[in-house]
């Protein structure tokens, strides 16, 4: 595996690649690894002919009051298993070459950004929309793969990649969860033994809406009340908001008579966290 942490390396490493007829993977990561990131680089090396990962922190996607700092790092560890599965190139760049003195320019995804956790975290699609096109320029894949925990931030991308016209295609890969159901995260790292186990609760509120969705109620009126009330019952557990919406433009929806994205997010202590599943008349 190589390592590159120069733009103009990474660029001149692609163009190489694609001199050869080689397709591009990309899985874009802020690193400290977990099976969740893994199963997309599996996915990029069953579809693509090299792969690449990227490690990069980004500032840009954080808020004033949010976790840049302490958020968790460890290249050593994250270079050794991504060797360990194939990679081609690990792309790790410095934010100063990424963000030179003076830069600028973002780029938003209008009115999608603001809906979900873009209406508690102002600017954050900004940041990711900005790093990932910034990303895309320099490595030029042909398919890029994100996971659907972070569902919210695939439709956007696919949204700016269809308005942009980029030649990149967007792959939306399933939520890899703990053996409890817990969907992996890096910020998991974040929660003590007792917020562990209340962590579940994301996971369990999702799946009751859905079995009471099978049972027959298509109000959402009625699925996000019982989830509330699940979320209100755990006192580790702070809700941020949880929301049925249309998966294509993530529009809220009153009654669910098409396939829904059931969404939410939940401080357990300090540490929020992201969880949804999508719900419709014959899948469940």
Request: proline share 4%; glycine share 8%; aromatic share 6%.
């Amino acid at each position: 595996m190589k390592i590159v942490t120069g733009i103009a390396e990474m660029k001149n490493a692609a163009r190489v690649l694609k001199s050869r007829k080689r397709t591009i993977g990309l899985v874009p990561t802020m690193g400290f690894l977990h099976e969740g990131h893994l199963s997309l680089v599996r996915g990029s090396r069953r579809k693509c002919d090299a792969t690449v990962v990227s490690i990069f922190v980004n500032p840009s996607q954080f808020g004033p009051q949010e976790d840049f700092q302490q958020y968790p790092r460890d290249l050593e560890r994250d270079r050794a298993l991504l060797e360990a599965e194939g990679t081609d190139i690990l792309f790790y760049p410095d934010a100063r070459e990424m963000y030179p003195e003076g830069y600028k320019t973002c780029v938003e995804v209008l009115d999608l950004q603001d809906r979900l956790c873009g209406a508690s975290r102002a600017g954050h699609f900004r940041g990711v929309c900005t790093v990932v096109l910034k990303l895309f320029e320099i490595i030029r894949p042909d398919l890029a793969f994100f996971g659907r925990k972070d569902a919210q931030q695939a439709i956007i991308l696919k949204k700016m990649s269809a308005d942009l016209n980029l030649d990149v295609k967007i792959e939306s890969m399933p939520i890899v969860r703990e053996a409890d159901g817990l969907a992996m995260s890096s910020r998991n790292t974040y929660l003590g033994a007792e917020e562990r186990k209340a962590a579940l609760i994301l996971f369990r509120s999702l799946q009751e809406a859905r079995d009471l969705f099978e049972g027959g109620e298509r109000r959402a009126e009625g699925l996000i009340g019982r989830i509330k009330d699940m979320i209100a019952q755990e006192p580790l557990a702070r809700l941020d908001y949880v929301q049925i919406v249309d998966p294509e433009n993530l529009a809220p929806l009153d009654d669910i008579d098409r396939e829904a994205l059931v969404a939410l997010a939940v401080f357990v202590g300090k540490t929020r966290l992201i969880d949804n599943l999508c719900i419709s008349q014959g899948k469940g």
